[in-house]
Nanobody
Framework: QVRLVESGGGLVQAGGSLRLSCAASGRTFSSYAMGWFRQAPGKERELVASISASGGSTSYRDSVKGRFTISRDNAKNTVYLQMNSLKPGDTAVYFC???????????WGQGTQVTVSS
């Protein structure tokens, strides 16, 4: 069992930056690949970035490549999402999740709101 708690969301102007954190409970955090998802009003939840259990491999959706960076600190049971050059289109609730199987995320946080004003 993994409990995830996100923090770091807020209101920022276009071009600004935010750093999201996701703190995990449980001693098995380092065995899970992790992902950051987002869901905007009226839209489906989408995978923004993912990172392997060791942190050695990352992937991003095209719209955030070069602007967002996912990282993790297994000693602190935390995964991060550094978001730079934010755009109004990045406005959404952001969730972290732990991958429990092939493309299956089984543990989810409660989400944190990110609002980017133009």
């Amino acid at each position: 069992q993994v409990r995830l708690v996100e923090s770091g969301g807020g209101l920022v102007q276009a071009g600004g930056s935010l750093r999201l954190s996701c703190a995990a409970s449980g001693r098995t955090f380092s065995s899970y690949a992790m992902g950051w998802f987002r869901q905007a009003p009226g839209k489906e939840r989408e995978l923004v970035a993912s990172i392997s259990a060791s942190g050695g491999s990352t992937s991003y959706r095209d719209s955030v490549k070069g602007r967002f960076t996912i990282s993790r600190d297994n000693a602190k049971n935390t995964v991060y999402l550094q978001m730079n050059s934010l755009k109004p289109g990045d406005t959404a609730v952001y969730f972290c999740a732990a991958r429990v199987g092939s493309d299956v995320y089984g543990y989810w946080g409660q989400g944190t709101q990110v609002t980017v004003s133009s």
